[in-house]
């Protein structure tokens, strides 16, 4: 009888060993899901980034394009206004002399 009950002992004793590294193996395979998924997650945030920089790239582009051709008509507006203040300048000097005379 002792013989059965040490067995039955150390079978249950085998039994909650199983059940804890079981547990433990449920456990650590959940953890391994939350890497992967945190690693998917970082994986898509990274194309997110490279794609917005690729954006960023674009848009700086577009602004220095822009930038130069503002900078271009600048210098046209700046002519125009001068023929304009010359023009004003040598009409109003026409119309002194004229009335003047």
Excluded: C, H, P
Aim: proline share 0%; glycine share 0%.
């Amino acid at each position: 009888m002792a013989k059965l009950e040490m067995s039955q002992d150390l079978s249950v004793t085998n039994q909650q060993r199983l059940d804890r590294i079981e547990t433990k193996i449920d456990k650590l395979s959940e953890t391994v899901i939350s890497l992967a998924r945190a690693e998917e997650k970082l994986v898509a945030l990274e194309t997110d980034r490279e794609e917005t920089r690729k954006r960023l790239t674009t848009i700086e582009t577009a602004v220095n394009v822009v930038d130069r051709k503002v900078d271009e008509y600048a210098v046209t507006v700046k002519v125009i206004n001068r023929l304009f203040w010359i023009v004003i300048t040598v009409t109003a000097s026409v119309l002194a002399g004229t009335f003047l005379m």
